[in-house]
């Protein structure tokens, strides 16, 4: 009777304790909290010969359609590469939860001195002496992407590592 009763505890204690899965979780509110305590980012564009080309990124919060705004100076690759080829993707890793996030979409490069007040950032004043000729915004709109989650159960397929997608 005592190991009945000892069996039954143990699986009520993990059936309570156990991680939710992601069909009770919304995908999108996931990728947005990994986004959050990720705070930076991969910026990934491709230049002219097709090599991919990735540097960490100072992004703001995503919007609620998930558009996702950085800063660059104008002078910088990334600027050329994203003019002759939009399609970019960022990528953000949360390691404290074994998390990932991966956007892909289309990048513009934004010089609207209304934008570059909105989306500015007082530590970033060393790095753009003159916010109207050293700083340029760019703009991230996705398309799809995937979400890959330790913590909420979200993993890629077995077989194929395929990881769950997100559409925008």
């Not at 910088?76 to 590469?81: D, F, G, N, R």
């Not at 074994?98 to 934004?110: F, P």
């Not at 010089?111 to 570059?116: I, R």
């Amino acid at each position: 009777m005592k190991y009945t009763t000892l069996v039954f505890c143990v699986f009520i204690f993990i059936s309570c304790n156990k991680t939710p899965k992601s069909n009770l979780n919304d995908k999108k509110e996931i990728a947005r909290e990994i986004i959050v305590n990720a705070k930076n980012c991969a910026l990934i564009t491709v230049d002219i010969n097709g090599v991919a080309h990735a540097r960490t990124m100072d992004p703001f919060l995503p919007e609620e359609d998930f558009t996702i705004w950085m800063a660059t100076n104008p002078k910088s690759l990334k600027v050329s590469q994203i003019q002759e080829n939009s399609k970019t993707t960022l990528y953000y890793f949360d390691a404290k939860t074994v998390s990932y996030v991966t956007l892909q979409g289309n990048s513009e490069i934004i010089n609207s001195n209304e934008k570059k007040e909105k989306f500015w950032k007082e530590e970033w004043k060393n790095f753009y002496k003159n916010r109207t000729t050293d700083y340029l915004l760019i703009k991230f709109t996705p398309k799809s992407g995937t979400v890959v989650s330790e913590k909420y159960n979200i993993l890629g397929d077995s077989i194929t590592w395929q990881a769950p997608s997100l559409k925008f």
